[in-house]
């Protein structure tokens, strides 16, 4: 039970930090961008072409809805984590909570995006996938960064408990991406295993939760995540 509470605790917590699942707006982000990333949309300029001029209050927060809505057809299903892994709620994430290594969220410090996420379980892990559209280039590099500078710490909290972090990892190799960074945290009770890719105006965070010491019969989250950043990005 204590190991169980542990998981559900920091899946919580690491919501936040992936930023997902939730559609945000300070002035709203254009549309065009999530018809870019999917493959098999119109090429760039076309779509740039295609779509409506980006508004601002509550239209353009329908405008993001309806982008977020596209884009889930791209993102992990069941199937494609691996046998035995199940659809879970949409997680949604706290704007408020800090990085992993103190400081901003990427969520509250780059609030103009179209997020989506999807999340499973199997046995003893949870896996989620959070996406991120921003509305250009410098801005995705940027809040990449800032994810990246979040996870730059010996030490840190997630969900207010304290937990290790190793180096972050180039792992643009082995999951493909322009950018994409791995880190191991660990804590009382959890493992967890964060990779976060870079492409273009998208940003996926993909997160490994399992019980302290891993799950028996875990698929290769690196293969998974190749597939999955393919799957979206190309």
């Not at 400081?103 to 379980?121: H, I, K, N």
């Not at 969900?159 to 322009?178: Q, Y």
């Given at each position: 039970?204590?190991?169980?509470?542990?998981?559900?605790?920091?899946?919580?917590?690491?919501?936040?930090?992936?930023?997902?699942?939730?559609?945000?707006?300070?002035?709203?982000?254009?549309?065009?961008?999530?018809?870019?990333?999917?493959?098999?949309?119109?090429?760039?300029?076309?779509?740039?072409?295609?779509?409506?001029?980006?508004?601002?209050?509550?239209?353009?927060?329908?405008?993001?809805?309806?982008?977020?809505?596209?884009?889930?057809?791209?993102?992990?299903?069941?199937?494609?984590?691996g046998?035995?892994?199940?659809?879970?709620?949409?997680?949604?994430?706290?704007?408020?909570?800090?990085?992993?290594?103190?400081?901003?969220?990427?969520?509250?410090?780059f609030?103009?995006?179209?997020?989506?996420?999807?999340?499973?379980?199997?046995?003893?892990?949870?896996?989620?996938?959070?996406?991120?559209?921003?509305?250009?280039?410098?801005?995705?590099?940027?809040?990449?960064?800032?994810?990246?500078?979040?996870?730059?710490?010996?030490?840190?909290?997630?969900?207010?408990?304290?937990?290790?972090?190793?180096?972050?990892e180039?792992?643009?190799?082995?999951?493909?991406?322009?950018?994409?960074?791995?880190?191991?945290?660990?804590?009382?009770?959890?493992?967890?295993?964060?990779?976060?890719?870079?492409?273009?105006e998208?940003?996926?965070?993909?997160?490994?939760?399992?019980?302290?010491g891993?799950?028996?019969?875990?698929?290769?989250?690196?293969?998974?995540?190749?597939?999955?950043?393919?799957?979206?990005?190309?």
């Amino acid at each position: 039970m204590r190991t169980l509470a542990a998981l559900a605790a920091a899946a919580v917590a690491l919501v936040a930090v992936a930023g997902c699942a939730q559609t945000t707006s300070g002035t709203a982000a254009p549309v065009a961008r999530p018809v870019i990333a999917t493959p098999g949309g119109p090429p760039a300029a076309e779509a740039e072409k295609e779509a409506p001029p980006a508004s601002t209050g509550r239209p353009g927060e329908k405008n993001l809805v309806a982008a977020a809505d596209g884009l889930r057809p791209f993102l992990l299903t069941d199937a494609e984590v691996g046998p035995g892994f199940v659809s879970i709620a949409e997680p949604k994430p706290d704007p408020a909570a800090p990085s992993v290594c103190g400081g901003q969220g990427v969520v509250a410090r780059f609030p103009d995006a179209v997020r989506v996420g999807v999340a499973f379980e199997g046995g003893s892990a949870r896996v989620q996938e959070a996406v991120s559209v921003y509305p250009d280039k410098a801005t995705a590099q940027a809040a990449y960064d800032h994810s990246v500078a979040g996870l730059d710490c010996g030490q840190g909290s997630v969900g207010g408990k304290p937990v290790v972090v190793t180096p972050g990892e180039d792992l643009r190799i082995e999951v493909g991406g322009a950018q994409a960074t791995g880190w191991r945290v660990g804590g009382e009770g959890f493992d967890v295993l964060l990779i976060t890719v870079h492409s273009d105006e998208v940003v996926m965070t993909f997160t490994w939760l399992t019980p302290e010491g891993g799950s028996p019969g875990l698929p290769d989250p690196l293969a998974v995540t190749r597939s999955a950043v393919g799957k979206l990005v190309g």
